[in-house]
Structures are given as structure tokens and as C-alpha cells.
């Protein structure tokens, strides 16, 4: 079966510092992979997406960015962390277009 | 554009009560899905169901049932005989043409002993 980690589950990192938070894929290959953010609020909001390595289509111009070094992981990144970066970060997985999205257990960042 | 409208922010039941989350959903493709997600206080989100837009049956799973209406754009969920653990934030969602999924604002639904 397809299990989906990320690490690490909290965070609290202070503004001006560097983010690197991975998500990982087992039992399954070519997935999609997906970042969300939701702040307070509760509203989920689409990130960066994946269909293959190497390939990255970010859907909200930020301080972030994302890359798929391998098939199976998904690392979100930031040079410089803001105040507004804090929030709680998913990471989905699908195999098709129109699939059921699975998420990871998420990581809540907070930037002081 | 895709949009969906949960009007209920949040519904208070006491256990064993009936309760009915209600989803609207706007698209413009002729080929959609449908989710139904439930996001406890963990955090994680919980996949429920997935329908198609081709596809109107109704559908039960233990105490959950859906009744989606393409007609009214709705895609209603019912908890019947709600528990404490039902107690969750729960997520309609509708995704299409794209890889990308538009979340509704969420209904917090608060079960009472």
C-alpha cells in the first residue's frame, strides 16, 4: 500500500532563516505530487505541483519554492523565511489527473 | 472558474444527533469531481468519498451518506447518529480539467457528549 511521510511534523524557525521541508512517496512510482498551505483560517491553498522530476508548476508567486530532486520526494523550500510563511504545509499525492488526492500528516511551521 | 461555498462555518450537535454539512460548487467543465474530506484535530486530511460528475447516485457508507444534485450544484453530506469523533473539520472540494483541487472554507463540526 501507498503511504506518504513528511518531516519534520513542527517547526519553529525564526524570519530571515532558511526552510526545508520534504515529503516522501512509498508504494507507488510517477506520482503527482502536491504542496498546500493553510493558514489560520482553515482555507487550503495549492502551492507548487509535480507530474515528474524536475518539473515544478507554481500556482502563487511567494517566497517559496519546490523541487523533485527524485520520483518519489517533494522538497519545499525558502532562502528566507517571512512572518507570513507560518502555517501548517501538506503534501498530496495522486496518480492521474481527476484521482483522489492522498495528503501527508503536515508540518506546522512557525516563523518568529 | 471552479469555486465551492460551505456556508456553515461551524454546527454544534449533541452525540447521536443527525447532521447535514452542506457543499455548493460553480465549475465550467463538463467532466468534474467531487471530494469530501475530514481534517481532525491532528491535522491530517482524511480522503471520505470521491464522485464524478457523471455520476449522481447517491451513496451511503455506515453512518456517512452523500446526495449529490447536479441540478442545485450540491453535494450534501449527512452524518447520521453523530459520535464525539466525528468531531472534525470537514473539507468539500471539487477538482476538474487540471491537476489542482479548490478547497472549500471548511464546515468545524463540534459533537457534544
Known amino acids: 500500500s501507498q503511504t506518504i511521510h513528511q518531516w519534520p511534523a513542527t517547526l519553529v524557525q525564526p524570519v530571515g532563516s532558511p526552510l526545508s521541508l520534504e515529503c516522501t512517496v512509498e508504494?507507488?512510482?510517477?506520482?503527482?505530487l502536491y504542496w498546500y498551505r493553510q493558514a489560520a483560517g482553515r482555507g487550503l491553498q495549492l502551492l507548487f505541483y509535480s507530474v515528474g522530476i524536475g518539473q515544478i508548476s507554481s500556482e502563487v508567486p511567494q517566497n517559496l519554492s519546490a523541487s523533485r530532486p527524485q520520483d518519489r520526494q517533494f522538497i519545499l523550500s525558502s532562502k528566507k523565511l517571512l512572518l507570513s510563511d507560518s502555517g501548517f504545509y501538506l503534501c498530496?499525492?495522486?496518480?492521474?489527473?481527476?484521482?483522489?488526492?492522498?495528503f501527508g500528516p503536515g508540518t506546522r511551521l512557525t516563523v518568529l | 472558474a471552479q469555486k465551492v461555498t460551505q456556508a456553515q462555518t461551524e454546527i454544534s450537535v449533541v452525540e447521536k444527533e443527525d447532521v447535514t454539512l452542506d457543499c455548493v460548487y460553480e465549475?465550467?467543465?463538463?467532466?468534474?469531481?467531487l471530494f469530501w474530506y475530514k481534517q481532525p484535530p491532528s491535522g491530517e486530511l482524511v480522503f471520505l468519498i470521491r464522485?464524478?460528475?457523471?455520476?449522481?447516485q447517491n451513496e451511503i457508507s455506515g453512518r456517512y451518506s452523500w446526495n449529490f444534485q447536479k441540478s442545485t450544484s450540491s453535494f450534501n453530506f449527512t452524518i447520521t447518529a453523530s459520535q464525539v469523533v466525528d468531531s472534525a473539520v470537514y473539507f468539500c472540494v471539487t477538482g476538474g480539467a487540471t491537476n489542482k483541487l479548490i478547497f472549500g472554507t471548511g464546515t468545524l463540526l463540534a459533537v457534544q457528549p
Open positions: 498530496a499525492w495522486d496518480i492521474l489527473q481527476g484521482d483522489t488526492q492522498y
Open positions: 508504494g507507488t512510482s510517477n506520482p503527482n
Open positions: 465549475t465550467r467543465d463538463t467532466t468534474y469531481y
Open positions: 464522485r464524478n460528475s457523471f455520476d449522481e
